[in-house]
């Protein structure tokens, strides 16, 4: 998908025009970032990892944090998205 690039979360300005490229990887950065009822038009979008930061990460809150983020992956269009958590909370999307 192509939105306005905002590399480092910046808005960048070129030939008098903002910046275009790839944004799969900035909306699910966004997406993993943003709690949910921070974007007014989607207050159920988001995942919140920020907050999660220092709490143990059990099998089931990993679990519990895959689901969330693969239906948040779902909602923005990416389909066929793989999420895994490993047990020190590296988050992992690829994509079949």
Do not use: C, W
């Not at 949910?36 to 999660?52: C, I, S, W």
Request: charged content about 20%.
């Amino acid at each position: 998908m192509k939105d306005i690039s905002m590399p480092e979360g910046d808005l960048v300005i070129t030939n008098g025009d903002f910046l275009q490229g790839e944004s799969n990887e900035q909306h699910i950065e966004h997406l993993l970032l943003a709690n949910k009822g921070q974007y007014k038009n989607a207050p159920t979008a988001g995942v919140g990892v920020a907050m999660l930061r220092n709490a143990p990460l059990s099998l089931q809150r990993r679990s519990a944090m895959q689901r969330d983020i693969k239906l948040q992956l779902i909602l923005e269009g990416l389909q066929n998205a793989i999420v895994k958590i490993s047990a020190d909370g590296v988050i992992n999307i690829s994509s079949q």
